[in-house]
């Protein structure tokens, strides 16, 4: 008994040393903290406000009639389309189109909004012009201006309709492109503090010679292994608590699924991943030796794991591939937390594979691992 408070004591000293050896070195912190929280704003910018469709258009009017300036002024205040009111020309339009700057440009002719013979009400004919790359988006922008119409028309002329739709909305919500961004910017944090962090510190005390002083003490390499975990383990709370409360507060992110098991789910899944950093670590000699395996080991994970864009996207046969390395779980489970309140019991096939990864890395972690 005295003997583990001794094994036990000597644990969390060791893992004291790490903390305070990582709060000491400034790129580390930005590495493990701000590094994260650029690629945060910049995945949250591109997909936090996408929740409602828009197009960047130009709008050319043509026409002198009261109902053409009423409808620009109509377009100009919609939420859907996006007008860009330095453009007064078709050409100048054309040159932004070229250049992706804008989706495209609805041109009203003369005669749009004017009084027609034998009619007791305006009429016209708007005109999408859009490159060949825009194609889809024009369409959609066409089907907008077509409901915009109808609701016009029917205040001119009363249509009855043999067939209509309704709307039904389900008790799920689906996910938003930064819930996917949010859970896979997870993932790239815990690898980089997994794998990154002892993959530059170890070689660096073998370098200093700390390590083959270590060695010679009753200092076991399990307790090392475990002070080391606890270590990143506090590192990775904080920097992912920061992240959580960026996404909160600035993009509006809702966790919808438990704390308590999404806090546990977040300490297992990286001590996991922390074990192929000690692995990779343990096991060189040098920076020379490390650099090139982490990013043979990081880089796979970081493209095919979901962690910058859905796997759902990939073709199946590598989806097959993907599901198994040591990433995926990670994020599938955190994404079906917070995203759908899914528990333990229900992400089983996560938590399993996380565990047999689990054992399988710490097997070959404690087998290569050298003092020097």
Same mark, same amino acid.
């Given at each position: 008994?005295?003997?583990?408070?001794?094994?036990?004591?000597?644990?969390?000293?060791?893992?004291?040393?790490?903390?305070?050896?990582?709060?000491?070195?400034?790129?580390?912190?930005?590495?493990?903290?701000?590094?994260?929280?650029?690629?945060?704003?910049?995945?949250?910018?591109?997909?936090?406000?996408?929740? $409602?469709?828009?197009?960047?258009?130009?709008?050319?009017?043509?026409?002198?009639?009261?109902?053409?300036?009423?409808?620009?002024?109509?377009?100009?205040?919609?939420?859907?389309?996006?007008? $860009?009111?330095?453009?007064?020309?078709?050409?100048?339009?054309?040159?932004?189109?070229?250049?992706?700057?804008?989706?495209?440009?609805?041109?009203?002719?003369?005669?749009?909004?004017?009084?027609?013979?034998?009619?007791?009400?305006?009429?016209?004919?708007?005109?999408?012009?859009?490159? +060949?790359? $825009?194609?889809?988006?024009?369409?959609?922008?066409?089907?907008?201006?077509?409901?915009?119409?109808?609701?016009?028309?029917?205040?001119?002329?009363?249509?009855?309709?043999?067939?209509?739709?309704?709307?039904?909305?389900?008790?799920?919500?689906?996910?938003?492109?930064?819930?996917?961004?949010?859970?896979?910017?997870?993932?790239?944090?815990?690898?980089?503090?997994?794998?990154?962090?002892?993959?530059?510190?170890?070689?660096?005390?073998?370098?200093?010679?700390?390590?083959?002083?270590?060695?010679?003490?009753?200092?076991?390499?399990? +307790?090392?292994?475990?002070?080391?975990?606890?270590?990143?383990?506090?590192?990775?709370?904080?920097?992912?608590?920061?992240?959580?409360?960026?996404?909160?507060?600035?993009?509006?992110?809702?966790?919808?699924?438990?704390?308590?098991?999404?806090?546990?789910?977040?300490?297992?899944?990286?001590?996991?991943?922390?074990?192929?950093?000690?692995?990779?670590?343990?096991?060189?000699? $040098?920076?020379?030796?490390?650099?090139?395996?982490?990013?043979?080991?990081?880089?796979?994970?970081?493209?095919?794991?979901?962690?910058?864009?859905?796997?759902?996207?990939?073709?199946?046969?590598?989806?097959?591939?993907?599901?198994?390395?040591?990433?995926?779980?990670?994020?599938?489970?955190?994404?079906?937390?917070?995203?759908?309140?899914?528990?333990?019991?229900?992400?089983?096939?996560?938590?399993?594979?996380?565990?047999?990864?689990?054992?399988?890395?710490?097997?070959?972690?404690?087998?290569?691992?050298?003092?020097?």
């Amino acid at each position: 008994m005295l003997k583990m408070k001794k094994s036990i004591f000597t644990v969390l000293i060791f893992a004291k040393i790490s903390t305070k050896r990582f709060f000491r070195d400034r790129a580390a912190i930005f590495y493990s903290i701000g590094f994260p929280l650029i690629f945060l704003f910049v995945f949250g910018s591109l997909y936090g406000n996408n929740s $409602n469709l828009s197009f960047k258009v130009a709008v050319i009017n043509n026409s002198n009639s009261t109902f053409a300036k009423t409808f620009v002024k109509s377009v100009d205040n919609s939420k859907i389309l996006k007008v $860009n009111k330095d453009i007064k020309s078709l050409s100048v339009a054309e040159d932004k189109m070229s250049r992706s700057e804008i989706d495209s440009t609805i041109v009203l002719p003369k005669s749009f909004g004017e009084v027609q013979k034998g009619n007791f009400y305006p009429s016209g004919q708007a005109e999408i012009i859009y490159t +060949q790359n $825009n194609q889809q988006s024009a369409q959609a922008l066409a089907a907008v201006l077509d409901s915009q119409f109808k609701s016009i028309n029917s205040k001119f002329v009363t249509i009855k309709t043999p067939f209509t739709v309704t709307q039904k909305q389900l008790n799920t919500k689906s996910l938003s492109s930064f819930d996917y961004a949010f859970a896979g910017l997870l993932g790239f944090a815990i690898i980089g503090m997994g794998i990154f962090g002892p993959v530059n510190v170890f070689p660096e005390l073998k370098k200093m010679g700390i390590l083959r002083r270590l060695s010679t003490t009753t200092l076991r390499v399990w +307790q090392y292994f475990l002070s080391t975990m606890i270590g990143q383990a506090a590192i990775g709370l904080l920097s992912i608590a920061v992240m959580f409360a960026v996404a909160m507060t600035v993009f509006n992110l809702k966790v919808v699924g438990n704390w308590y098991e999404l806090i546990i789910f977040l300490i297992f899944s990286m001590t996991m991943i922390l074990g192929i950093g000690l692995a990779l670590g343990g096991w060189a000699k $040098n920076e020379r030796q490390v650099a090139p395996l982490s990013n043979i080991v990081v880089f796979p994970m970081m493209f095919l794991s979901g962690t910058f864009f859905p796997r759902f996207l990939m073709p199946e046969w590598l989806q097959n591939i993907s599901t198994f390395l040591p990433l995926t779980p990670v994020i599938d489970g955190i994404r079906l937390i917070i995203t759908e309140g899914k528990t333990f019991s229900e992400i089983l096939p996560q938590i399993g594979l996380i565990g047999l990864w689990f054992i399988v890395i710490y097997f070959i972690a404690f087998r290569v691992f050298r003092w020097e």
